[in-house]
Nanobody, 124 residues
Framework: QVQLVESGGGLVQAGGSLRLSCTAS????????MGWFRQAPGKEREFVAA????????FYADSVKGRFTISRDNAKNTVYLQMNSLNAEDTAVYYCAAGRSLLIDYNAARYDYWGQGTQVTVSS
């Protein structure tokens, strides 16, 4: 069993930056792919970014490409999401997810564990 805990969310002005962290416990993330998803009020959950084990392959939603960067520190069992140039459309609850698949990508069905989420609010 893997427990995921997100942190780093908060309120930021448009154009600002935030860095989300997701730390896993229960087991190491060796061979686990990691991802970030988000869900805005009244909308379905959507893919944001993913990173495969051990970290050389990444994927991004078109809406965040060039602004967000996903990375992982395998020694710390932690994945990060650096978010720059934030705008109001980025307001959502952000969820961290982990999957045992080496082919992790935008597909939510490939993820086995999910965190509780952290709120990101961007004021315009």
């Amino acid at each position: 069993q893997v427990q995921l805990v997100e942190s780093g969310g908060g309120l930021v002005q448009a154009g600002g930056s935030l860095r989300l962290s997701c730390t896993a416990s229960g087991r190491t993330l060796i061979n686990y792919g990691m991802g970030w998803f988000r869900q805005a009020p009244g909308k379905e959950r959507e893919f944001v970014a993913a990173i495969r084990w051990p970290g050389s392959t990444t994927f991004y939603a078109d809406s965040v490409k060039g602004r967000f960067t996903i990375s992982r520190d395998n020694a710390k069992n932690t994945v990060y999401l650096q978010m720059n140039s934030l705008n109001a459309e980025d307001t959502a609850v952000y969820y961290c997810a982990a999957g045992r698949s080496l082919l992790i990508d935008y597909n939510a069905a490939r993820y086995d564990y999910w965190g509780q989420g952290t709120q990101v609010t961007v004021s315009s």
